[in-house]
């Protein structure tokens, strides 16, 4: 059991960072993801393969678990959680495609081959595991004693209450490890199919043997008005139907226009908050007051504690003035406009004390308080006796309470009230062994301070802090207004004109699509995206109220954009930088026609650099434009010694360029080696090649109406 009892000490102290790749993650058995999911309700599917949305709560909630046991915490904001869904989906996708691929190929991940992965213990995912020895190096022992020992324990609740999360955990890492196994195997067939000659293999070596320095002069498309190149409708359009291919969308989405108005609190919730603390405040100023039930009624968003705290543990509107107030002096209400608030605190000590305190701790309990007290006493006998406390400790089962370290981080930003063996620990002074009774229970706690050190400053203070928050007045005013708002809107056209009359703004969000968590950013809004995709072009929505019950929104569906290419529409801004940008390259040029360098030099608004050690294989970084160049690369190796380029045509502006020195890195041509150089970018192209196949697979996306 020793494994284990090392196991859930270690469990709270790991820092696991569990950004796993897309490949990395297995909702189930893998076996599984073949399965046909036949339901009549999913949340999607992948090239007609359906997924349930009960399976896909399942593959949530065990990423979510691993997610949760890795970082140590018990819940997920609600971004974390989108997040994770999103994971989740767009694992599920990859697990399909990859799952297909392989089995056509006839790859498969043995469990023999698992085993021996993990008893080589060079995965770096094994390192992100609770199973390390005390070098921090992941330790097959420690995981097979922690297998051996659940299996002979799964019909004890009481240990699987305290380790089925670290099982569970090692399961994901276990399937995790084996699909990044099938994942470069199926990496391997591909690069190998990738084979040099050495035709290919000359040419290469040619392009990446030499670095160039040039002289450069630029003339940056910022120089030049935008007015003065503006683009036409025709002229965009005409670069869409150009590029169309590259604007290829898997999957519908919708446009609209909305208004979204946060509540805020009146002028008159602020007052009455201001004039609510400043009753607290004279609470405070009773020397015989009960401040942690003060604290606890005026719902302080600030911790009281009868510790002293580190000035840095305060809010800062009490750290500005902590010092330069009073003992048992009685500071606010100040407000906060930061964090729109009012703060009052009452100063009640400063002391120097210890940061960091080392003590040794025992906790002895019986069957009763007399029992209790007789066993406390025989072991305090023995410990002042000079009996040996890392033997009584182990034979307590409590060998990790020897030479602790305490740090004010570990108390200070929580509530405490009364606990005794805190209030040593704070005090710092080193002491011999000694026992303390603990409020309203069965226990004692023999204890010896051994080491202090880091004095620091500290405040006793009873802080009462609330945030405004707007009355219920406050916001029925504003739901009537609103109300009626929408009531004179028909449509997009009725939002656009009467948002001003109205003191609100139309905004516009494009591309939401069945993955879209949000409308204009605000949480709770899943009812205005299920409508979204269910209106029809033209429709106004109802009024939502979503938020934190602190927000009113309204949305106009004003476009579908089909499946298949993205709408020019939506790509108007970037297409007309494009061509706004195209039609100045053709202006500059048409300056530095019939014209050398030396001559360009002198023309406004030029610039000049040098730029040296560029390759055929790395675009240039031009400082004139701050910006990479690829298409320089690629010239300056076509150019002798002294010669001026052609005006080359870049993404930030147009330049000429002198080669002026060539330099050989040095080395022979092997053809073998650079034959395999070309087969090592096979790796590179074999994630492309996965990826562009998980891009065409057909897949559904309807999880806007569970999720």
């Known amino acids: 059991m020793a494994t284990l009892q090392k196991l859930r000490n270690m469990g709270p102290l790991l820092v696991i960072f569990v950004g796993l790749a897309l490949f990395a993650f297995i909702a189930g058995d893998a076996w599984r993801l073949f399965q046909s999911h036949a339901v009549d309700q999913s ?145 391997a067939l591909v690069q190998n199919s990738f084979i040099g000659n050495p035709i290919v293999a000359k040419s290469n070596y040619e392009a990446n043997s030499n670095t160039y320095d040039i002289e450069v002069v630029a003339y940056p498309y910022t120089a030049i008005k935008n007015e003065d190149c503006a683009a036409t409708d025709s002229e965009i359009n005409a670069l869409y139907n150009e590029k169309k291919e590259n604007y290829k969308q898997p999957y519908e989405s919708r446009n609209i226009k909305y208004v979204s108005y946060r509540v805020t609190p009146s002028p008159a919730d602020r007052e009455e908050l201001r004039a609510e603390l400043s009753e607290y405040a004279d609470s405070l100023a009773n020397n015989d007051a009960d401040y942690a039930s003060i604290a606890r009624l005026a719902s302080s968003e600030v911790a009281y504690s009868v510790l002293p705290w580190q000035k840095s543990a305060y809010p800062e509107e009490v750290q500005a003035r902590i010092d330069s107030a009073a003992i048992n002096s009685v500071v606010g209400p100040i407000y906060s406009q930061s964090d729109d608030a ?48 890392t033997e009584i400790s182990k034979k307590y089962n409590q060998e990790n309470n020897e030479g602790v370290w305490f ?47 880091n004095p620091v400053e500290k405040y006793h203070a009873v802080v009462i802090k609330r945030t405004n928050e707007f009355s219920k007045d406050t916001y029925n005013d504003a739901y009537n207004k609103f109300s009626q708002f ?120 030029v610039k000049s650099c040098e730029t040296k050690r560029i390759s055929f294989s790395a675009p240039a970084y031009i400082s004139a434009t701050a910006s990479n160049e690829p298409a320089i690369s690629a010239i300056a190796g076509k150019l002798s010694i002294g010669e001026e380029s052609a005006p080359i045509k870049g993404k930030n502006g147009v330049y000429v360029i002198k080669l002026v020195a060539k330099n050989a890195k040095g080395g022979e041509f092997n053809a073998k080696s650079e034959e395999e150089a070309i087969k090592a970018m096979g790796a590179r192209d074999s ?18 109406l569970f999720f």
């Open 43 to 187: 949340v999607g599917s992948v090239n007609g393969e359906k997924l349930s949305a009960m399976e896909f709560q399942k593959m949530y909630e065990e990423y979510t678990n691993a997610v949760k046991f890795a970082r140590n915490t018990n819940a997920l904001t609600e971004d974390e959680m989108n997040q994770v869904k999103d994971e989740v989906w767009s694992t599920y996708i990859s697990n399909q495609v990859l799952l297909a691929e392989a089995e056509k190929a006839g790859i498969t991940v043995t469990a023999a081959e698992l085993q021996a992965i993990v008893n080589a213990g060079a995965d770096p995912l094994l390192a992100q595991t609770p199973f390390r020895n005390e070098k921090g190096v992941f330790d097959k022992d420690i995981l097979n004693n922690f297998l051996t020992q659940y299996d002979n324990n799964k019909e004890n609740i009481e240990f699987l209450e305290q380790y089925k999360p670290i099982y569970d955990y090692w399961k994901f890492i276990e399937k995790t490890i084996m699909l990044n196994a099938l994942t470069g195997k199926y990496q």
């Open 342 to 389: 009012y703060t009052v605190f009452k100063l009640l000590s400063k002391s120097t004390l210890p940061d960091s305190v080392q003590y040794d701790m025992l906790v002895v309990s019986a069957e009763n308080i007399e029992k209790t007290n007789a066993l406390a006493d025989s072991l305090l006998t023995a410990l002042k006796g000079g009996a040996n406390f």
């Open 407 to 453: 740090t004010s981080a570990q108390h200070e930003g929580f509530t405490i009230t009364n606990n005794p063996l805190l209030d040593k620990l704070v005090e710092g002074k080193t002491c011999g062994y000694e026992a303390i009774s603990l409020d309203n229970s069965n226990s004692k706690i023999i204890y010896r301070i051994t080491d202090s050190k």
């Open 486 to 605: 929408v009531a004179n809107c028909r449509d997009a056209a009725d939002m656009e004109a009467n948002a001003d009359e109205y003191g609100y703004r139309l905004l516009t969000q494009n591309n939401i699509h069945t993955g879209t968590h949000k409308i204009a950013n605000v949480s709770g809004t899943r009812d205005a995206l299920k409508w979204t995709f269910e209106a029809e072009e033209g429709n106004i929505s109802p009024l939502y109220e979503c938020g934190e019950n602190d927000y009113l929104l309204v949305a106009a569906l004003t476009a579908i954009n089909e499946k298949g290419y993205t709408p020019v529409e939506n790509l108007r801004h970037m297409l007309n930088l494009e061509v706004v940008n195209n039609k100045k390259a053709e202006k500059i040029m048409a300056e530095f026609k019939g014209k050398n360098m030396e001559q360009i030099k002198g023309m406004e608004n």
């Open 687 to 704: 994630y492309r090649i996965l990826g562009e196949l998980i891009q065409n697979a057909e897949v559904e996306d309807n999880r806007y």
